[in-house]
């Protein structure tokens, strides 16, 4: 799997959009890019997954540039219940590849 | 879908102990993965299966460890002779598979050892 890299941490206020940018600059051309979240005491949970170009749900937005090396996930107008971890990750999960989770970046919404 | 179920959702044992966590997956889902986390780290891969057989088992995991899944149904994950340093919460994570994988995660167990 690609390696990732994203922000330990961010701050933010209800309202406003949040914007979480992943790095991986040695993604290859079958990988596909999903982002999960966690909240305290849970198992992490799907949020959107994309291989290029803009994907959009009822959670959020996937941004990916052309050339694929970074991805930001867009959180539009957070509440205080979007406080989570939350973790890129990177690869052609259909291979025989175990799935490896980061570190992550902690968001913390303030009121 | 009824989710990934896991159980127990909290396990307290004394050192030494051989302690056994299931995992119910989603039932159409033919692979299955273990992870270890604890707090302040992301969730660390201990192994995973596609149906009964078990690809992949991480070499950071001692021979303490051991996962089953027969029949490619439920899995178990036994931990022998508990260590301190196996407290940690134990999820389970199911999926189709695919290119496009999407992992779902069941609630966790989480394992305190006195």
């Known amino acids: 799997l690609a390696k990732t890299t994203q922000p330990i941490s961010m701050d933010s206020y209800e309202g406003q959009e949040v914007n979480i940018t992943c790095s991986h600059n040695n993604i290859a051309t079958n990988d596909y890019i999903t982002w999960y979240q966690q909240f305290p005491s849970q198992g992490p949970r799907f949020i959107i997954q994309g291989y290029k170009t803009k994907v959009t749900n009822e959670v959020a937005s996937l941004f990916i540039p052309a050339d694929r090396k970074s991805s930001t996930l867009s959180l539009p107008r957070v509440s205080l219940s979007d406080t989570a971890v939350y973790y890129c990750?990177?690869?052609?999960?259909?291979?025989?590849?175990?799935?490896?989770f980061g570190k992550g970046t902690r968001l913390h919404i303030l009121p | 879908d009824t989710g990934v179920s896991q159980d127990p959702r909290h396990k307290i044992t004394k050192r030494g102990q051989n302690v056994t966590f299931r995992c119910d997956p989603i039932?159409?889902?033919?692979?299955l993965y273990w992870y270890r986390q604890t707090l302040g780290q992301g969730p660390e891969f201990l192994t995973y299966f596609q149906n009964e057989a078990q690809l992949e088992k991480s070499r950071l995991l001692s021979d303490r460890f051991s996962a089953e899944r027969p029949k490619g149904s439920f899995s178990t994950l036994e931990i022998q002779r508990t260590e301190q340093g196996d407290s940690a919460m134990y999820l389970c994570?199911?999926?189709?598979?695919?290119?496009?994988?999407?992992?779902?995660f069941g609630s966790g167990t989480q394992l305190s050892v006195l």
């Open positions: 990750l990177v690869g052609d999960i259909g291979r025989d590849d175990k799935i490896i």
């Open positions: 039932s159409e889902h033919n692979r």
């Open positions: 994570a199911s999926s189709y598979g695919g290119q496009d994988e999407k992992l779902f």
